[in-house]
Structures are given as structure tokens and as C-alpha cells.
Nanobody, 120 residues
Framework: VQLQASGGGLVQAGGSLRLSCAAS????????MDWYRQAPGKQRELVAG???????NYASSVKGRFTISRDNAKNTVYLQMNSLKPEDTAAYYC???????????????WGQGTQVTVSS
């Protein structure tokens, strides 16, 4: 599975951005899809995740400001980011857990990072 992320950019504090990540591949089933971020000098951290059934979870630092969603027909996950703060500045990575059709073995894939920069 290849993951293609897009939607990063430069925005002022208080602004909004929407990230997208599309998974490509055939004869597969996408399970969990997540967004992680990594700021310079810091460890990569989970921002938000969504299961194939639509259950979501968020880091406490983004709860109430970010919304994760997915379109299963398009194998795409979105991250709507509102009320952005300078501390949200980081490279954002999408991640997916998937399996081949009719197989129970799970794999995971990472997309390339997309940079989000929030100016004060």
C-alpha cells in the first residue's frame, strides 16, 4: 500500500488546514488510519486515529480543534485542523494498518510527511 499525503502549508495562528492521505493498492482492506506528527528535535506522536468502523481517538493537545475522518470508498483519510497554534508546527505523517483480502496478517505503511507551519 502506498500512502500519498497532501494539504500541508503555512498558515497564521488561528487558521485552518485540511490534510488528505489516499491509500493506493488493490485487493486489500484498510483497517486503522492515523495521523502522526513530528516536530524538530521531538519524537513522532500520534495526533488522531480512525478505525474502519469510524471510531476516533485524539491526542489531548488537539481534541476539540482537529477532526479526523475517512472515506472508505476512496481509501482516504482526512485531518481537518482548526484553531491552529504555533505548537502544531510539524511534519505530519499518515499511517495505515491494512491486510490483503481474505488474509488475517496485518501490515502497516507510512506516507511521506507533509509540512504544517503555523506562524504566530
Amino acid at each position: 500500500v502506498q500512502l500519498q499525503a497532501s494539504g500541508g502549508g503555512l498558515v497564521q495562528a488561528g487558521g485552518s488546514l485540511r490534510l488528505s492521505c489516499a491509500a493506493s493498492g488493490s485487493r486489500l482492506s484498510i483497517n486503522d488510519m492515523d495521523w502522526y506528527r513530528q516536530a524538530p528535535g521531538k519524537q513522532r506522536e500520534l495526533v488522531a486515529g480512525v478505525s474502519s468502523g469510524g471510531s476516533t481517538n485524539y491526542a489531548s493537545s488537539v481534541k476539540g480543534r482537529f477532526t479526523i475522518s475517512r472515506d472508505n470508498a476512496k481509501n482516504t483519510v482526512y485531518l481537518q485542523m482548526n484553531s491552529l497554534k504555533p505548537e502544531d508546527t510539524a511534519a505530519y505523517y499518515c499511517h495505515a494498518v491494512w491486510s490483503k483480502l481474505f488474509s488475517v496478517r496485518k501490515y502497516d505503511s507510512w506516507g511521506q510527511g507533509t509540512q504544517v507551519t503555523v506562524s504566530s
